[in-house]
């Protein structure tokens, strides 16, 4: 939801998600789709008809396209996003982004780079603060987590009373399998949620 009142979704706009089938992309979607948004999705193959069971218009699957952002560029330029949420943390989607992303459009990076916490800094540095003239990217830029706070917990909750919102679970772990959780979700093929189960309901 944070996503939503940063980006001030409303009806007509039109949302890009990375990483439209996993955890966060799915939510993402979802809460996109809800004030009426028209969203396309990006993710593999094998996992678009889900991502179009939640509501995306669109899904471009990012395998078929070897040069992901120069497609996005021929393919939406002439009718650019509102937004764009990044749930993966691609760099070069952003960098690229004027070519498919209006000029008072807001990119929101909720996905870790790959490059670890220093890499992940100098990209923030770099995307918020550097200047057009000496090679900044002309687009805002805004990075955060998805960790929800009360507000967002209860619109969350509404969504889900109203049937606007589904939770996919990709998997469920048990804690002492908290190492084989992080791997999946460090494998970047989760559909949905992965849950860790912190103690049996058995007594």
């Not at 650019?80 to 459009?105: I, Y």
């Not at 507000?151 to 909750?157: C, D, G, N």
């Amino acid at each position: 939801m944070k996503m939503m009142r940063k980006a001030k979704i409303k009806a007509g706009d039109r949302v890009l998600v990375n990483g439209a089938s996993g955890g966060t992309g799915t939510m993402a979607v979802q809460t996109a789709i809800a004030p009426g948004a028209e969203v396309v999705g990006i993710c593999s193959g094998p996992n678009a008809e889900m991502v179009k069971d939640l509501g995306a218009v669109e899904v471009i699957d990012y395998r078929q396209y070897p040069r992901l952002e120069a497609y996005l560029g021929s393919e939406y330029s002439r009718r650019p996003f509102d937004a764009v949420f990044d749930t993966m943390g691609v760099q070069s989607l952003f960098e690229q982004s004027p070519k498919f992303l209006k000029h008072n459009g807001l990119f929101i990076n909720i996905g870790a780079y790959d490059g670890g916490a220093w890499f992940t800094l100098w990209c923030w540095l770099k995307n918020v603060f550097l200047p057009t003239i000496l090679g900044g990217i002309p687009r805002r830029y805004i990075m955060f987590s998805t960790i929800p706070d009360g507000e967002a917990a209860k619109q969350l909750a509404k969504l889900v009373e109203d049937d606007k919102l589904k939770v996919v679970i990709d998997s469920m772990y048990k804690m002492e399998d908290v190492l084989d959780a992080y791997d999946r979700l460090m494998s970047h093929r989760a559909r949905g949620k992965i849950i860790i189960k912190i103690q049996d309901n058995e007594l």
